[in-house]
């Protein structure tokens, strides 16, 4: 199912040899569609609400390409950080390993005519969405081919094609948009919800209940995701927050805690609010995450936060070993088909930033383009799209 869905070369199958060989010589195959159930790692716990099951049909198929699509995610932001660290990409740079399966599992519940909208950490959101390793590559180092045309950079990553309304740099700032992307959803009588992220950090922010206020008053379809890495920058959740009972957060508005290491689970979760919003209007899911890199490229974590709890998570509750597991203990691959796996994704990744790099940096002449300027004759409309309201200043 996932791979008959996406087209990008996220999940470009990886190469012929090895998922053939499971063919020849296995009960499954990357493409078997066979129903298997899996066991969530913990309960979801709900509130204001009778929280979905732990048991989630999966088959090998979507097994393999959740494996498959987070190795290339994780490898695509480390090669980030050796560029960042070789001067390649400049400026703000926030990497998403870790928290892999919060994207994953949710990609997997829904469509790309749902909406998704996050902060800065968007790199591995903009690839669920179907966009390219090149475009990432190239829009991280500032290239043409990147894509915001090179001029977004990191925290700018958008995907309109596939609903991905970006890629925000001001805290909290994207929730009140996600709500006006489902009030949009609403208007237009479309069956689609939207995704707004959010971290533990921006929880506390007063804009998002106004936000929520609005999307619970108009039963909006917006599903406000917290993943919860637990840190806001160097602050851990327990200084910032009074409650960090994030799913509860919302008061009259339901919630769900989900194990956001566990994609099977955000699938469920993702499953489970998108049918509660199209009902009943806004839902707030918490995924308990955790970011292996420190806040963004400044920031080493290691300074608020000991190497020990840093490893245990890795151990404990990686989201790619927990899969590497399940895909053993079924026999879907061997070790070094899984290895493999991840080989390829470092090669793609390689690949993907020697196109990058040559790619030309943006022309003086896009200098002022999709810049809003005075006096310029800029229409805005109403939303029915069709009576004229203004023209801009
Ligand atoms: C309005 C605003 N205030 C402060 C900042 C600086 N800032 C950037 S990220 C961040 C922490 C946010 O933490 P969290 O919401 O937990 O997200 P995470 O980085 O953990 O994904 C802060 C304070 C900002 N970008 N915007
Ligand atoms: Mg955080």
Redesign the pocket.
């Known amino acids: 199912m996932a791979l008959a869905r996406r087209s990008s070369s996220l999940l470009k199958p990886l190469s012929t040899a090895s998922s053939s060989s499971f063919l020849h010589r296995r009960p499954f195959s990357t493409d078997d569609t066979t129903t298997i159930t899996v066991e969530t790692s913990v309960p979801f716990t709900g509130h204001n609400c009778e929280p979905p099951s732990r048991s989630v049909d999966t088959t090998p198929k979507e097994l393999m390409s959740f494996f498959t699509d987070m190795a290339l995610m994780r490898r695509m932001e480390i090669a980030a950080d050796s560029l960042y660290k070789s001067k390649l990409i400049r400026g703000f740079c926030?990497l998403y390993d870790g928290?892999e399966a919060v994207c994953i599992g949710m990609e997997a519940a829904i469509t790309k005519k749902d909406c998704i909208i996050t902060?800065?950490?968007d790199h591995c959101i903009f690839l669920g969405r179907g966009g390219t390793l090149l475009e990432s590559f190239s829009e991280l180092m500032g290239r043409q081919a990147g894509c915001s045309r090179g001029k977004g950079g990191s925290m700018h990553f958008y995907k309109k094609d596939a609903c991905f309304f970006g890629g925000h740099?001001?805290?909290?700032?994207q929730v009140p948009l996600g709500c006006g992307l489902a009030f949009a959803q609403k208007y237009r009588k479309e069956d689609h919800v939207t995704f707004a992220m959010?971290?533990?950090?921006?929880?506390n922010?007063g804009q998002l209940f106004e936000a929520l206020n609005m999307a619970a008053l108009w039963d909006l379809p917006a599903i406000l995701v917290c993943?919860?890495?637990h840190?806001?920058?160097g602050?851990a959740?327990w200084r910032a927050a009074k409650s960090p009972a994030y799913y509860k957060r919302g008061d009259y508005v339901p919630g769900l805690k989900v194990d956001g290491m566990d994609a099977f689970a955000v699938k469920q979760a993702c499953k489970f609010a998108k049918e509660h919003a199209l009902k009943n209007g806004p839902i707030i899911l918490e995924m308990d995450t955790y970011?292996y890199h420190g806040?963004?490229m400044s920031d080493p974590g290691s300074t608020y936060r000991t190497r020990d709890e840093i490893s245990g998570v890795r151990q404990e509750r990686d989201p790619i070993e927990r899969l590497r597991k399940l895909i053993l203990a079924h026999d879907l691959a061997t070790e070094k088909e899984l290895k493999d796996i991840e080989k390829q994704a470092r090669k793609e990744v390689d690949e993907a930033i020697a196109q990058a790099k040559e790619s030309p940096m943006p022309d003086e002449s896009e200098l002022f383009t999709n810049v809003y300027r005075k006096g310029f004759g800029v229409e805005s409309f109403g939303a029915d799209r069709k009576e004229l309201r203004a023209t801009l200043p």
């Not at 959010?198 to 929880?203: E, K, N, S, T």
């Open positions: 926030h928290q902060a800065y950490r740099g001001i805290v909290g700032a959010y971290g533990d950090g921006a929880a922010q993943e919860n890495n840190y806001g920058m602050t959740e970011r806040h963004s």
